[in-house]
């Protein structure tokens, strides 16, 4: 299958208070002839006279991309005031994504992007009872343990733990967590990234990874037995390394990926390294799954000033990932 016969990605519209709607209004704007994709949302929504393409079926986007926004119509109950959710429009946006995992699940869609979700909205008004998209999507796909990815600027970190309190990181930092969140990221990137023989850089828990174990246990007792056993399988795996020596300039061209042991540890270096174009990958779904790194911003939705770089580098990235999954398999 050639890349240009690959099904459109499909757009959760996420919250349409938010900015999701006009970002990807942007991207449209700088992607239309690059990458097909639709929007799973209501018309209704968009910002005023933007440029829509109505479809009634996924496969109708590339043909109608270069008169407006290809948007799959998908009906909410209240009408959408920037800045301000509406808790009626909640569980739409649920729904949306569901939509989009079953169209993707079909063959419809070659990936999904999401666009912002807010969670207390979904929580309060929708029944959510997930942290975040990467555990609603998992349970969408029957998937015990998704791994989410940071990329930008030359950098790939995948947080082992995620939106737990810091406090709690030692105890849920398990040696089978570890093992399964490294597994689970060497077998994407040579998946979904097209790397033969990943290079992976682990980072340590503790300042200087342990010192020895004068700055605490974990880098002995938890990661240097697991980085040990999977490189004696004959992974490249370097580590555990002190984390505040691993994302310089110099440091980041030795390695594929690297892997942090909690939330802001992967975040932070993504985040200041890429703040506009960073975009947020689940790994270990049985599809593609990218998503924008950032949230709703009711605080300037509807103002026209919101930057659709990392929707952009998000599209990108999924259509890029769609098309070496495919290859991988077609091979």
């Not at 990958?281 to 000033?305: E, K, Y």
Request: proline share 9%; hydrophobic share 45%.
């Amino acid at each position: 299958m050639k890349m240009t016969d690959l099904p459109p990605v499909a757009v959760s519209c996420g919250d349409p208070s938010g900015i999701g709607l006009e970002v990807a209004l942007g991207a449209w704007r700088v992607l239309k002839d690059e990458i097909p994709f639709f929007v799973i949302g209501d018309p209704g929504h968009m910002p005023q006279e933007a440029p829509v393409a109505i479809i009634e079926t996924p496969g109708k986007a590339a043909r109608v991309a270069k008169d407006g926004l290809p948007i799959l119509p998908h009906a909410f109950r209240s009408p959408a005031r920037p800045g301000y959710p509406a808790p009626e429009n909640a569980l739409g946006v649920v729904e949306a994504i569901q939509r989009a995992v079953d169209l993707v699940q079909k063959g419809a869609a070659s990936a999904i992007c999401t666009a912002p979700i807010s969670k207390k909205q979904l929580a309060d008004h929708a029944g959510f009872r997930f942290p975040g998209h990467t555990e609603f999507l998992a349970d969408l796909a029957g998937i015990d343990h998704p791994v989410m990815m940071l990329t930008g600027r030359d950098l790939r970190v995948v947080p082992a733990t995620i939106h737990i309190p810091l406090a709690e990181v030692p105890d849920a930092l398990t040696p089978d967590l570890l093992e399964t969140t490294i597994r689970i990221t060497e077998a994407a990137l040579h998946q979904n990234f097209g790397i033969s023989k990943p290079r992976i850089a682990v980072a340590g828990l503790n300042p200087h990874a342990g010192e020895g174990g004068m700055l605490g246990q974990e880098d002995a007792s938890v990661i240097t037995p697991v980085c040990d056993r999977l490189r004696a399988e004959g992974m490249a795996i370097t580590g555990p390394l002190p984390a505040d020596t691993m994302f310089h300039d110099q440091a980041r061209t030795g390695y594929d990926v690297a892997i942090a042991m909690y939330h802001d540890q992967a975040l932070i270096p993504v985040k200041t390294l890429a703040f506009d174009t960073g975009v947020n990958v689940t790994l270990g779904l049985p599809f593609v799954r990218t998503s924008p790194d950032h949230g709703t911003a009711f605080d300037i939705a509807g103002q026209g000033i919101a930057n659709p770089a990392s929707m952009i580098e998000a599209l990108r990235l999924a259509w890029r990932m769609a098309h070496a999954q495919t290859a991988l398999g077609t091979a």
